[in-house]
Nanobody, 125 residues
C-alpha cells in the first residue's frame, strides 16, 4: 500500500518562506510522478506543481510560478515544495499526490491515485 506523508506546514507572515516535504513509500512502480495540490474551504483542490520521475520535467500553476519550486530528493521518493514570497491567498491545506508514470504532465487531481493526509499552510497578512 502506497503511503505519502507530508511535513513542513505552519504559520508564516506574508513575504515569508516555508518548505514542504513529502515522502512516498510502498509503491513498486519503476517510475512515480508526484505533485502538490492545495485546497481552501469551499473550493476544489487545485494543482500547484508537478514533477516527473527524473526530476527534469516540472510544471507549475501560473499563480505560483516564480515563487514556488518543486524538487525531488536523491532517493527520488521524496519531493519538496520550496515556497517564497508567500501571500495570504496561499493559505490552504497542501496535499502531496502520486501516480505511476514518468511524466510531469498530470494536472488534474483525478489523475493521481495516491494522496497524503495534507499539511496546513497559513500565511498571515
Amino acid at each position: 500500500q502506497v503511503q505519502l506523508v507530508e511535513s513542513g506546514g505552519g504559520l508564516v507572515q506574508a513575504g515569508g518562506s516555508l518548505r514542504l516535504s513529502c515522502a512516498a513509500s510502498g509503491h513498486t512502480f519503476n517510475s512515480y510522478a508526484m505533485a502538490w495540490f492545495r485546497r481552501t474551504p469551499g473550493k476544489e483542490r487545485e494543482f500547484v506543481a508537478s514533477i516527473g520521475w527524473s526530476g527534469d520535467s516540472i510544471n507549475y500553476a501560473g499563480l505560483v510560478e516564480g515563487r514556488f519550486t518543486i524538487s525531488r530528493g536523491n532517493n527520488k521518493n521524496t519531493i519538496y515544495l520550496q515556497m517564497i514570497s508567500l501571500k495570504p491567498e496561499d493559505t490552504a491545506v497542501y496535499y502531496c499526490a502520486g501516480r505511476a508514470g514518468y511524466s510531469a504532465r498530470y494536472y488534474s487531481s483525478s489523475e493521481y491515485a495516491d494522496w497524503g493526509q495534507g499539511t496546513q499552510v497559513t500565511v498571515s497578512s
